[in-house]
């Protein structure tokens, strides 16, 4: 068994109205230290190989092809 | 004319779709999103509103996975005429049959309200019948409207003559609804034949209602 953890969020240039409004919400709790905020999503994939290369190259594909709209959005896979 | 309309869960406009086009005159024919092939002798598939699959992930990103998509596909790229709603634009760009993409809005509102729009660009089968400049009153109902594309993108775009219709005030000035990238309500793809947008023209057809300007633009597919 492996554990793909992918990690998505909007392109940096790519304006995020929900990371805005939460820093917004933020400054006027009074954390006044917070220089941006970004709101993503984290999908968590367990897949039935030991194989961590091909697992990764599966999540890739997946990602390119699902899990991401690479117009407006980057992701990151972390394989544990 | 013979119009197909999908039909995915959680879609919610296809009888207001249905009920538009049979007022103009057309047949329509409801297609469940298993199909694997569309109606024969059709002359428009529409993909209308609604919250397909919950919008769950995406609005748009698993309905596109549907089979009736490949077969939508297959027609689009044979040149068949197709047109996306609300959620159908989100699956268009989903799909990749329309460049660019809907983001969540830039107020983080579900805006529901009647909007002028401007016509952009009129010299395409969707809005032929209006004037190019011309102000239309058609609602607005989404949470995912705020259209996005790159630079390169939109030069693109502007070049071919692909924007259809920008939010505006009522002189034809384009006002900021939702976020979107200059305003920018509808676009189409590069040879014309797939129109999206994010307005309801389905829901502008009696005067008594707020407007009937949607039926300016549904007439445009009238060959």
């Given at each position: 068994?492996?554990?793909?953890?992918?990690?998505?969020?909007?392109?940096?240039?790519?304006?995020?109205?929900?990371?805005?409004?939460?820093?917004?919400?933020?400054?006027?709790?009074?954390?006044?230290?917070?220089?941006?905020?970004?709101?993503?999503?984290?999908?968590?994939?367990?897949?039935?190989?030991?194989?961590?290369?091909?697992?990764?190259?599966?999540?890739?594909?997946?990602?390119?092809?699902?899990?991401?709209?690479?117009?407006?959005?980057?992701?990151t896979?972390?394989?544990? | 004319?013979?119009?197909?309309?999908?039909?995915?869960?959680?879609?919610?406009?296809?009888?207001?779709?249905?009920?538009?086009?049979?007022?103009?005159?057309?047949?329509?024919?409801?297609?469940?999103?298993?199909?694997?092939?569309?109606?024969?002798d059709?002359?428009?598939?529409?993909?209308?509103?609604?919250?397909s699959?919950?919008?769950?992930?995406?609005?748009?990103?698993?309905?596109?996975?549907?089979?009736?998509?490949?077969?939508?596909?297959?027609?689009?790229?044979?040149?068949?005429?197709?047109?996306?709603?609300?959620?159908?634009?989100?699956?268009?760009?989903?799909?990749?049959l329309?460049?660019?993409?809907?983001?969540?809005?830039?107020?983080?509102?579900?805006?529901?309200?009647?909007q002028?729009?401007?016509?952009?660009?009129?010299?395409?089968?969707?809005l032929?019948?209006?004037?190019?400049?011309?102000?239309?009153?058609?609602?607005?109902?989404?949470?995912?409207?705020?259209?996005y594309?790159?630079?390169?993108?939109?030069?693109?775009?502007?070049?071919?003559?692909?924007?259809?219709?920008?939010?505006?005030?009522?002189?034809?000035?384009?006002?900021?609804?939702?976020?979107?990238?200059?305003?920018?309500?509808?676009?189409?793809?590069?040879?014309?034949?797939?129109?999206?947008?994010?307005?309801?023209?389905?829901?502008?057809?009696?005067?008594?209602?707020?407007?009937?300007?949607?039926?300016?633009?549904?007439?445009?597919?009238e060959?």
């Amino acid at each position: 068994m492996t554990k793909a953890v992918v990690n998505v969020f909007l392109k940096e240039g790519v304006l995020d109205p929900q990371g805005k409004a939460a820093h917004h919400a933020l400054d006027s709790l009074g954390f006044d230290q917070v220089d941006d905020v970004r709101i993503g999503k984290q999908i968590i994939i367990k897949l039935d190989t030991d194989d961590r290369a091909a697992a990764e190259a599966e999540v890739t594909e997946m990602c390119e092809t699902l899990l991401a709209n690479t117009v407006i959005e980057d992701y990151t896979i972390e394989i544990d | 004319m013979k119009v197909a309309v999908l039909r995915f869960p959680g879609t919610n406009c296809e009888f207001d779709t249905q009920y538009a086009f049979e007022k103009l005159g057309h047949t329509t024919e409801l297609v469940w999103h298993e199909k694997e092939m569309l109606p024969e002798d059709i002359d428009l598939v529409v993909v209308p509103g609604g919250f397909s699959y919950g919008d769950y992930l995406r609005s748009g990103s698993i309905a596109r996975f549907s089979p009736v998509m490949k077969a939508v596909t297959t027609y689009a790229n044979d040149g068949g005429k197709v047109l996306g709603i609300c959620n159908g634009f989100q699956i268009l760009t989903e799909a990749g049959l329309l460049p660019g993409a809907l983001k969540r809005n830039n107020d983080l509102h579900f805006i529901s309200k009647h909007q002028n729009l401007c016509v952009i660009n009129n010299d395409n089968a969707f809005l032929n019948k209006c004037g190019k400049g011309e102000v239309l009153n058609i609602p607005i109902a989404h949470a995912d409207g705020n259209y996005y594309i790159d630079e390169s993108g939109f030069k693109k775009l502007e070049k071919n003559k692909q924007i259809l219709l920008r939010y505006s005030d009522k002189n034809g000035d384009p006002v900021v609804v939702n976020g979107s990238v200059t305003s920018i309500a509808g676009v189409c793809n590069e040879e014309k034949n797939v129109f999206g947008l994010m307005p309801h023209p389905e829901r502008a057809l009696e005067a008594l209602l707020g407007s009937e300007d949607g039926i300016r633009m549904l007439k445009g597919f009238e060959a």
